[in-house]
């Protein structure tokens, strides 16, 4: 029985969905938690599912919106997008104390380090060409024909997110760094006149891919809770911005010798994407460069932020806090580019 959850009433549920044939053979194993949305692996006689819900306790009206996770796979469901097949929603927090919903399990590959070190350099860059395949496809769906036509407010999507986190930033207590002033000044002097609107998905990151076990295919995009309408390119760049940030700082692939792995250099990557989606990235391109890797080192010092109250939740918050100035620093030198290419 799951520590973390009630087993008896889920059980009940679940045979009410018609998705178990006994209570007995119901099995349930944590997957993740945290900051993040709760994951289990819920083992039935019938199959396996996922269930995902909201953390415990009081949360930010727009924060673990699984809500929005559930509505907006569903609505993907027959697309080139490929995600789970949602099984059944649940609002009654009587339950397990939060809404849940039970997805299809995916048996694959969750590959969290982006140089692949387990794959040949062939299978390095069949896997870069389909996560960027899928984003281009996610960036084509027509969002009234699915239904989403209401997921998110159409336009002024950067101007919106440089405001919140700039809000962030300076209602910390800890200093900014010097590089995290300057651009929240000049970010929103050289917004983008001609934003794109289209379903995004906030997050698109390799280790939020499942792969097939052998194949480099992607069977489902997970975590779709920052999902919205929004700027298809500001969803690309912040995919891109791996190949900014070096490796041994966190998370990058900056500094690896690209070609002898076989994964594309980031001008191979972007044209591949300006040819999929048939979107050009210049001339603004340091610029959406600029604004993510400025989103990042803002979520960061917000980790720190939270260290230093003693409210992380992560061992490792600290560190992690550390981060935000020098990736502060690489988004101040790719808005001096944007302006170099501008002038």
């Keep these: 029985m799951s520590r ?31 900051q993040s949305n709760p994951t289990f692996r819920v083992t039935t006689d019938c199959g396996e599912y ?29 697309t080139p997008v490929p995600v789970p097949r949602m099984l059944a929603w649940c609002d009654d927090a009587s339950l397990l104390g939060t809404p849940f919903y039970l997805m299809e399990f995916l048996a694959g590959r969750v590959l969290a380090d982006q140089s692949l070190p387990d794959a ?10 389909e996560m960027n395949r899928v984003l ?7 969002r009234a024909a699915v239904g989403l036509g209401d997921y998110g407010r159409c336009g002024n999507y950067v101007r919106r997110q440089v405001a919140r986190w700039s809000r962030q930033c300076e209602a910390s207590t800890l200093p900014l760094p010097a590089a995290m002033r300057r651009l929240m000044d000049w970010l929103p002097q050289h917004l983008p006149a001609d934003e794109a609107t289209t379903l995004v998905h906030g997050d698109y990151r390799m280790d939020n891919l499942v792969f097939h076990a052998r194949e480099p295919r992607v ?16 969803d690309f760049s912040y995919h891109c911005m791996s190949w900014r940030i070096p ?21 191979s990557y972007v ?5 999929a989606s048939g979107r050009a990235t210049a001339p603004h391109w340091e610029f959406y460069m600029a604004y993510n890797l400025f989103r990042m080192a803002a979520i960061l010092h917000g980790i720190a932020q939270r260290a230093a109250d003693g409210t992380a ?12 100035a020098p990736l502060a620093e690489l988004a101040w030198d790719c808005a001096l580019r944007h302006q170099a290419a501008t002038r």
């Design 219 to 234: 069977l489902g995009v997970l975590d779709w809770e920052l999902s919205t309408l929004g700027d298809p390119l500001a």
């Design 4 to 34: 973390e959850l009630p087993l008896a009433p889920l059980a009940d549920w679940i045979l009410q969905q018609g998705l178990a044939g006994s209570a007995s053979a119901i099995a349930v194993l944590p997957l993740s938690g945290g």
């Design 247 to 267: 490796a041994t700082l966190w998370r990058g692939i900056a500094g690896l010798d690209l070609r002898a792995l076989g994964i594309p250099d980031e001008a």
């Design 50 to 78: 996922a269930l995902r819900k909201q953390p415990p306790g009081p949360l930010l009206a727009s924060a673990h919106a699984i809500d929005r996770e559930y509505r907006v796979m569903a609505a993907l469901a027959g």
């Design 136 to 142: 281009a496809a996610l960036h084509a769906v027509d």
């Design 120 to 129: 040949a350099p062939a299978e390095r860059a069949a896997i870069y060409g």
């Design 313 to 324: 939740a992560a061992a490792d918050a600290v560190e992690t806090g550390r981060k935000a």
């Design 271 to 275: 044209r591949r994407y300006e040819e």
